[in-house]
């Protein structure tokens, strides 16, 4: 009996809880209107105190970007904190000065290792293979996987290839209309090595510099772009 009247108690305060609730927040909906009208100036007021939306964005983006990368290898960690170039590259949206560029350009030239045997060109087969394949990269990646150059991704090459992105030049024929020239071949590693340099802020990957191609799958892809016998030059 008196178990039964406690129950009641409690199941009416919420009731009563939920009740005035309810009232509450159908009396703001019904006084709404009449609300954001009065107010309306006191609204314009506030919105000039904000912040600069940039400001907001930015803080925003970085604290996102920490977030999803918090299971990620310690090596992926030191990833988000932009490097000196990425930092000019970031302040001036891409865009930066002429003398920023050079900079940029020079040190970056001073992170490209070129080949110890000095031989620029692998298997074109398996360059072929590294161009098209756009795995690695990943979260979800087991210990087994392969980084890809996802060439594709940007550029055309060879032209039985029908599924290409158009963000970098077409690179068919490439080495045919360089004449396999020995200093193209050592610009064409250098770039592919590290984009950035060649030209400062580019959108094409540091694949070399940020170790996601190893030196030989670099120079298959090279040899993919300058091999006599490869469909890129067909
Ligand atoms: C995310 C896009 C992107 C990817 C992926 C990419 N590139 Fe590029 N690449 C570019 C852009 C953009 C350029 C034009 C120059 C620049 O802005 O740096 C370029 C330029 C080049 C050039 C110089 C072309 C010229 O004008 O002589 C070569 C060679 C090249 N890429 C090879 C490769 C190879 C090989 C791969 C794959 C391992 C690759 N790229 C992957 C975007 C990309």
Redesign the pocket.
Known sequence: MTMTSKFSVLVLGGALLCGSLVATLAADKAVEPKKAAETKPTVETKKAETPPPQKVATAVVDAYLKSTFGRAPPEWQARIEPDESMKVCNATRNQPSHAEADKIMASELKRVEFPADGKFLGDWKEGAK??NNGRGGQFSDDDKTVNG???Y???QMEKAEVSF?T???S?TN?GRDRKYDAAEIK??YT??YN?QA??AC????R?GTNKF?SEQQ?KD??A??FDPESPVNK
């Open positions: 590294i161009a150059g996802n060439c991704a940007c550029h992105g963000l970098g030049p690179l490439y610009q064409a770039k592919i984009s060649v030209i580019s959108n094409m990957p694949f191609l670099i892809v090279m993919f772009l």
